[in-house]
């Protein structure tokens, strides 16, 4: 069974721009998380998507979003971009509810200049 | 609020020694999954191993063990017969058995191990 992809894998990025990052997860998976790793606040959680509807948010500014497709595939979305969203942001993906264990993509590391 | 410490920055082992890393939680619920991950330089995130809070049997895989105490709020990782390959960032990690709050973990800031030959 293939794993969690995430594309690209690597952005470069100026301030006030704005960026998409995708993630599909493990076949038969429906639920999908986020996170934004950096070396000062460590992992962080974004949010969590499920059958399409958001069931948690971490505590993000509005600027960071995210939307789950009818085939489990997610992207988040992050505008106006700033220094400080430089970082390595990691999907997960969890199996059948019940299954608590997530399951993570190599990271798109994002620089912002 | 729901909080992981992993009081070990860094940690040092010789190749086929033992070491244990240690993780303490907070939370005020009682129903939750104890994780522990690796991310080697490569960045990938690994499960090394899981507890399910309601269960008092340490687990166990392979070289990997825990010594969960629940009322100390306590969950340290011990890696028997240390090898090369387990050199690693390691994180402590809980999720609440809540429907939406499964798709949370909270991770502690992580323990860099370098396993020496």
């Known amino acids: 069974k293939a794993g969690v992809t995430q594309t690209p894998r690597y952005l470069i990025k100026t301030r006030g721009q704005q960026v998409t990052l995708s993630c599909s997860p493990i076949?038969?998976?429906?639920?999908v998380s986020w996170y934004q790793q950096t070396p000062g606040q460590g992992l962080q959680f974004l949010f969590e998507y499920f059958s399409e509807t958001q069931r948690n948010k971490g505590n993000f500014p509005g600027r960071f979003s995210g939307r789950q497709f009818s085939n489990s595939r997610s992207e988040m979305n992050v505008s106006t971009l700033e220094l400080g969203d430089s970082a390595l942001y990691l999907c997960a993906s969890s199996g059948p509810s019940g299954s608590y264990e997530q399951f993570f993509g190599p990271g798109t590391r994002l620089t912002v200049l | 609020a729901q909080t992981v410490t992993q009081s070990q920055p860094e940690m040092s082992v010789q190749e086929a020694e033992t070491v244990t890393l240690s993780c303490t939680y907070d939370?005020?619920?009682?129903?939750?999954?104890l994780f522990w991950y690796k991310q080697p330089p490569s960045r990938q995130m690994i499960l090394v191993i899981r507890q399910e809070a309601y269960k008092q049997q340490n687990a166990t895989e392979n070289r990997f063990s825990v010594n969960f105490q629940k009322a100390a709020k306590s969950f340290s990782l011990k890696i028997s017969d240390s090898q090369l390959g387990d050199t690693a960032m390691y994180f402590c990690a809980f999720t609440l058995l809540i429907y939406n709050q499964g798709g949370k973990l909270i991770f502690g800031q992580g323990t860099e191990l370098s396993v020496k030959p």
């Open positions: 939370t005020s619920e009682s129903n939750y999954y």
């Open positions: 076949s038969g998976h429906r639920s």
